[in-house]
């Protein structure tokens, strides 16, 4: 019986994947899935703990560069802080999701986390089939009306740190030519698009010219292949600064940028280390500094579930990097009081299309 409860729940899960599809040492699964462990062997003098956390990443993998890395980085600093056990599986396609979730709950993990939006679906199927088991997303809230009591959601408010870097891009341009690339079109990335489209338009007003935006989406998390391609016809067509969302296909922006010897903008963590002389800042949402606090809470017996955490500049989880090499001081200067016009709300970036249609009619 609790065999066939087991197949159901993959079952059930992968059905629910397919009706909303669109966002290392240790081997932990065979197949298309692999994954990876940090045992409190390795935690700084922690002592051992029997509290157990772990991930599934979205298709981009653990080490995209990008918000599946950040979010592991977060479980292992848990490792290290307090030694709890953590482990993460990696997802090759959307289907490993279910599969994934099922393997950390047959592994008695007090916290299960899905990496992405992407991973909704298969999250709230998990959540009903395991109730005793606590989960937790990044990049997705839930409706409280029907979110599950054992997931709690964490959320970003990415078009904050987007607005900064797009104020940036306006800033620096030389042929007033900037673009944006997107891993796949959605309302996590439109919160990018938008509220870094709004920055450029900004600056383009304290400017008192035009600056154009050029966009383009990937259709992936994972082909840098086609991100190069895409922002080096960026660059050619004049485009001198680009930045992007979207996850490993913007190692393939940076590429291009490096190559063209023109600025990337990169995002989710600080990105200079690809690319040191032609990153000129990054969006950063520090997804590891929410996943260790909220598994933190939970490992101490607070209840997590059934509520959406939000982050942003406010709270410190969304920003830029404090060192950027490339950037003008000046620049830095002045992006640092729209920073806190933002805090203080006398700025409120838009965080999708209508919101930004009206935001651009009363900037003018």
């Avoid at 932990?28 to 994954?35: D, E, L, N, T, Y």
């Avoid at 989960?135 to 009591?149: L, Q, R, S, W």
């Avoid at 935006?213 to 016809?233: F, H, L, N, P, R």
């Avoid at 009081?337 to 006398?346: A, F, R, S, W, Y």
Wanted: proline fraction near 3%.
């Amino acid at each position: 019986m609790k065999k066939m409860k087991k197949i159901l729940a993959v079952v059930l899960g992968l059905s629910m994947l397919a009706s909303t599809a669109a966002c290392s040492p240790q081997a932990a699964s065979s197949g298309s899935s692999s994954g990876g462990t940090s045992s409190a062997a390795s935690a700084t003098g922690s002592k051992p703990s029997s509290f157990k956390a772990a991930m599934v990443t979205d298709t981009g993998g653990v080490n995209d560069q990008s918000f599946n890395q950040s979010s592991w980085e977060g479980l292992q600093s848990l490792n290290s802080k307090t030694g709890a056990k953590v482990r993460y599986l990696e997802s090759k396609q959307a289907s490993d999701y279910a599969t994934n979730l099922d393997k950390l709950a047959d592994d008695n993990n007090n916290i299960i986390w899905g990496i992405g939006y992407a991973m909704a679906s298969a999250i709230g199927t998990a959540a009903k089939q395991n109730p005793d088991v606590q989960y937790a997303i990044v990049d997705n809230g839930y409706d409280p009306k029907i979110m599950p009591g054992n997931v709690a959601g964490v959320m970003f408010r990415a078009q904050e740190s987007s607005f900064l870097v797009g104020y940036i891009a306006g800033k620096t341009t030389k042929t007033n030519k900037v673009g944006f690339v997107g891993g796949e079109k959605s309302a996590i990335i439109d919160q990018f698009q938008y509220g870094y489209q709004s920055g450029v338009d900004y600056a383009a007003k304290e400017l008192k010219k035009s600056i154009s935006v050029s966009v383009q989406y990937a259709e992936s998390y994972s082909d840098s292949a086609k991100g190069k391609a895409i922002a080096s016809k960026m660059f050619s067509d004049g485009c001198d600064v680009v930045f992007h969302a979207a996850g490993g296909v913007g190692v393939g922006v940076i590429q291009a940028a490096k190559e063209a010897n023109k600025f990337a903008i990169g995002v989710d963590r600080d990105q200079a280390y690809l690319a040191p002389k032609n990153v000129l800042t990054s969006a950063m949402k520090l997804c590891n500094k929410a996943v260790e606090k909220v598994s933190k809470e939970a490992m101490s017996g607070q209840k997590i579930g059934g509520k959406t955490y939000t982050f942003g500049l406010k709270e410190g989880a969304v920003g830029i990097p404090t060192s950027n090499p490339n950037l003008s001081k000046s620049v830095y200067g002045d992006a640092m009081k729209v920073k806190q016009q933002i805090i203080d709300g006398k700025i409120v970036p838009p965080f999708n299309e209508a919101n930004y249609k009206t935001w651009k009619t009363n900037l003018k």
